[in-house]
């Protein structure tokens, strides 16, 4: 089993940048391809951002392309997601996973979830 817990999350006006934080224990933890999704009320979950186990390739919602950035400690089990430039719309619960399957853009192929941080930007 690999727990992971998301933080960083909070209320924050449009334009403004939050940094969340996954904490990951395990030790096959550098294994795994991470990713970002999050949830609105009402809607499906939908992926934000993904990072191969090295930390050399990211991958983007088109969405959110060049207003976030992932990155990855594997050092201290941890992932990040730097929002900057946000939006009302970026309003939603936020969950960092750890991949099972093949597609990175699907969340059925995750196979570890944490319990999710709400970010709520306002306008």
């Known amino acids: 089993q690999v727990q992971l817990v998301e933080s960083g999350g909070g209320l924050v006006q449009a334009g403004g940048s939050l940094r969340l934080s996954c904490a990951a224990s395990?030790?096959?933890?550098?294994?795994?391809?991470m990713g970002w999704f999050r949830q609105a009320p009402g809607k499906e979950r939908e992926f934000v951002a993904a990072?191969?186990?090295?930390?050399?390739?990211?991958y983007y919602a088109d969405s959110v392309k060049g207003r976030f950035t992932i990155s990855r400690d594997n050092a201290k089990n941890t992932v990040f997601l730097q929002m900057n430039s946000l939006k009302p719309e970026d309003t939603a619960v936020y969950y960092c996973?750890?991949?099972?399957?093949?597609?990175?853009?699907?969340?059925?192929?995750?196979?570890?979830w944490g319990q999710g941080t709400q970010v709520t930007v306002s306008s």
């Open positions: 996973a750890a991949l099972r399957g093949s597609s990175l853009y699907d969340y059925k192929d995750y196979r570890y």
């Open positions: 395990g030790r096959s933890f550098s294994s795994y391809a």
């Open positions: 990072i191969s186990s090295s930390g050399a390739n990211t």
